[in-house]
T-cell receptor, first 112, second 115 residues
Framework: NAGVTQTPKFRILKIGQSMTLQCAQD?????MYWYRQDPGMGLKLIYY???????DKGEVPNGYNVSRSTTEDFPLRLELAAPSQTSVYFC???????????FGPGTRLTVT | GENVEQHPSTLSVQEGDSAVIKCTYS??????FPWYKQELGKRPQLIID?????GEKKDQRIAVTLNKTAKHFSLHITETQPEDSAVYFC??????????????FGQGTILTVHP
């Protein structure tokens, strides 16, 4: 199993541009999550999904959108990028009742 | 909702010493408490976890203790090695029900082990 994969690894955006961060998992996990981690800080939940077609907001959803059309994929969309969205983005997944979250390698995003 | 406080924010020890990181949580219904280790530039990875029906759990040089009454849990690392240097995060969750696996993370502790 590849586990949780994310693309791209790095990206530089200009203010106002848009992009989609890709996340996929091959563990048949129902639950998937997007976090952001600012320098020297902890993990903040952006959005989560409990299954295909079901998503909900986390702690810091403003400026982001998600979709979940399949169990495997959970893309995060940034519209009108702002410098405040400069961060490292981690996708994670878990299986209901198992509780352990598996993280992807992260995407380092810089908005200038 | 749940709130997790983690201390200290930085911890510096000499190789071979012990290190202790403490977390407190606010929701008495929380019943699962994992600890994640994040090396520089890497993803967080689970190193040990404990459920509320257990007071202590050990795995080689690491251990976690839980005090449900006081609502705090701690990570203990003995005989520290330079490769233990990383950021450590605690987390808490009321597993099951409508939590949907959403962990509440502490702010992190930067552990530095000096050779």
């Amino acid at each position: 199993n590849a586990g949780v994969t994310q693309t791209p690894k790095f990206r530089i955006l200009k203010i106002g541009q848009s992009m989609t961060l890709q996340c996929a998992q091959d563990m048949n996990h129902n639950y998937m999550y997007w976090y952001r981690q600012d320098p020297g800080m902890g993990l903040k939940l952006i959005y989560y999904s409990v299954g295909a077609g079901i998503t909900d907001k986390g702690e810091v959803p403003n400026g982001y959108n998600v979709s979940r059309s399949t169990t495997e994929d959970f893309p995060l969309r940034l519209e009108l990028a702002a410098p405040s969205q400069t961060s490292v983005y981690f996708c994670a997944s878990s299986y209901p009742g198992r509780d352990e979250q598996y993280f992807g390698p992260g995407t380092r995003l810089t908005v200038t | 909702g749940e709130n997790v406080e983690q201390h200290p924010s930085t911890l510096s020890v000499q190789e071979g010493d012990s290190a202790v990181i403490k977390c407190t949580y606010s929701d008495s219904a929380s019943n699962y408490f994992p600890w994640y280790k994040q090396e520089l530039g890497k993803r967080p990875q689970l190193i040990i976890d404990i459920r509320s029906n257990v007071g202590e759990k050990k795995d080689q040089r690491i251990a976690v203790t839980l005090n449900k009454t006081a609502k705090h849990f701690s990570l203990h690392i003995t005989e520290t090695q330079p490769e233990d240097s990383a950021v450590y995060f605690c987390a808490a969750i009321n597993a099951g029900g409508t939590s949907y696996g959403k962990l509440t993370f502490g702010q992190g502790t930067i552990l530095t082990v000096h050779p």
